[in-house]
């Protein structure tokens, strides 16, 4: 029970179709499984009401918000929620991020409307959360902040938008740290490298007419530790630790959950 009494919003709680676990659903699962009181906001409320009702079959407390999080006032409205349920807000995850799904595409195919798109998805709903979360938190002088970047921030990756917006939401993950600890609140930022997730491998899968199990061997092969890739759980167990009082000295970190990807130079 790491997180007992402690409320946490999840941004990103549904899942993207296909087989099995989402990043965002096994970290609400993790969360609430280690006590903590669960908003789970989705922009699509069906996904992110099963989400809460695989967490209610086990005896957790959660709630399904529906918000578009590229709107300030969808956001005010979540975070207001929480705070009337629960009177307080110690958690704040960020797993949103659309990349081939919301059009991204190398610089010489990429549109600007695409672009927008993953702009306003990937890294001003980052902003936007946090934005009004933290005067809450700083009234509290407590709080963790976990955003989910990606590998693709410092590796190579062949499409503009999601490699920019990544890497920004790093510069802005210190940022938050540097100039929230007086206030006890903690950020960090982890970076997923190649994990096997519906929006992973599902969406490629769907954009490159191959089958899952061709998307899955090709990305597998690409990992150095055991050629398997990641999975949901993983994410899920190292946002864990960074929300929990056993990170409690821990902020303005980049925390690569890769396999050993980044190890590798040249």
Known sequence: ????????????????????????????????R?????LCVDHNLASAQETVEMIAAKGGTAVAFRADVTKTAEIKAMVADAVSRWQRIDILHNNVGVSLAGGDAELLELTEEAFDRCVAINLKSCILA????????RRQNSGAIINISSMAAITTYPY?????????MIAFTEQLAYQNAEYGIRANVILPGLMNTPMAVDTRARE????????EA??????????KMGTAWDVANAALFL???EANFITGVTLPVDGGASVRRG
């Open 1 to 32: 029970m790491r997180l007992k009494d402690r409320v946490a919003i999840i941004v990103g709680a549904g899942q993207s179709p296909g087989e099995g676990m989402g990043n965002g659903r096994a970290t609400a699962l993790t969360f609430a």
């Open 34 to 38: 280690e006590g903590a009181k669960v």
């Open 130 to 137: 946090a934005r009004q979360v933290i005067p809450i938190m």
């Open 160 to 168: 503009v938008a999601y490699k920019a917006t990544k890497s920004a």
């Open 208 to 215: 490159w007419n191959k089958t899952r199990a061709e998307v």
């Open 218 to 227: 090709e990305r597998d092969s690409k990992v150095p530790l055991r050629k």
């Open 243 to 245: 929300a929990s009082d």
